[in-house]
């Protein structure tokens, strides 16, 4: 039985459209079938607060997803518990959607909380918490489309190895010390003025060979 917190006000609102999306999803119907028909809430009348976010999240869902995967790399959307997965759904629909109300982010968490209190598990308030935490940390909403890369545990080993024999090559390190001695030498004959070299030459007597292009 849900918490009598969560049986009032907005919270109610929240808590009802929570239960819509829920329906909608398990049903494999879209919000508009589910608030058409048979629906089932804990507590009606159905509030037109939670008509709004259900309608909201259905037609922002894929840029919600998209920031909720973009901040919970390591615990899939799908493995999400449904209620935890569309109370997320819902809070960043009211944070970054709904512009009827500015609401503060604080109100907004804080409530997603008390009705994952109520609907979900042991662990959901925390996992909510967190997981909106990371959403309101950037003044924008996170989005796959603006992380560099993904990549696999191997991916990612691969790539250390990689950059750890870069550092100790052999053959890169022994280069570089000999063009560091080349440069050495340059300037020494320089300062001993066994070259007759103009003061513009010495751009092009000290140039990096590590930096020229090919062929220079």
């Not at 100790?168 to 080349?182: G, K």
Request: aromatic share 8%.
């Amino acid at each position: 039985m849900a918490s009598l917190k969560v049986n009032r006000g907005r919270t109610l609102a929240r808590s009802q459209a929570l239960q819509i999306l829920f329906q909608s999803e398990m049903r494999k119907v879209s919000v508009e079938d589910v608030l058409a028909g048979d629906y089932t809430l804990s507590k009606g009348p159905l509030a037109p607060y939670a008509i709004e976010i259900a309608r909201g999240v259905s037609a922002n869902r894929d840029r919600i997803d998209s920031a909720l995967r973009a901040v919970s790399a390591n615990w899939t959307l799908e493995r999400m518990p449904g209620a935890d997965r569309n109370l997320l759904r819902a809070a960043v629909y009211e944070l970054y959607f709904q512009v009827a109300d500015t609401l503060d982010a604080a109100v907004v968490i804080n409530e997603a909380v008390e009705i994952a209190k109520a609907y979900g598990t042991d662990e959901s308030a925390g996992f909510v918490n967190g997981v909106l935490g990371r959403i309101v940390r950037d003044r924008h909403l996170p989005s796959l489309q603006h992380v560099a890369c993904t990549i696999t545990a191997e991916d990612a080993e691969a790539a250390c190895l990689a950059a750890l024999w870069f550092e100790i090559d052999p053959m890169r390190l022994a280069a570089e010390e000999e063009a560091a001695r080349a440069a050495e030498e340059a300037r020494a004959r320089f300062e001993a003025d066994d070259y007759g070299f103009a003061e513009d030459d010495l751009d092009h007597i000290f140039n990096d060979p590590f930096d020229a292009e090919a062929g220079e």
